[in-house]
């Protein structure tokens, strides 16, 4: 007896069920592809867009002006440091 589900085709479904909405899993493969990217400072994804935070102005002009239809914006931020608290 199996326990995998299947469509009306037949095939495997993909993912697990109830993993998470189109949208968080949209953000997922945004910060999975942006993540890695040398000089990404941070991300932001909205329903409009998406937001990158970069370092230099060398990295935002490396970056593609669209990902899966959704407009990219950078911001250059220049590096992020920690603060250290204050005594």
Do not use: H, W
Not at 19 to 40: A, H, N, P
Not at 65 to 81: C, D, M, N, Q, S
Request: hydrophobic content about 35%; overall charge positive.
């Amino acid at each position: 007896m199996s326990t995998k589900k299947t469509n009306k085709a037949g095939a495997k479904k993909l993912g697990m069920v109830g993993c998470g909405t189109i949208e968080q899993m949209f953000k997922s493969r945004v910060r999975q592809r942006f993540g890695k990217v040398e000089g990404v400072v941070g991300i932001q994804v909205t329903k409009e867009k998406i937001v990158l935070r970069v370092v230099s102005q060398e990295v935002a002009d490396k970056l593609p002006k669209t990902y899966e239809r959704r407009p990219i914006e950078t911001v250059v931020t220049g590096a992020i440091k920690k603060q250290t608290p204050a005594k």
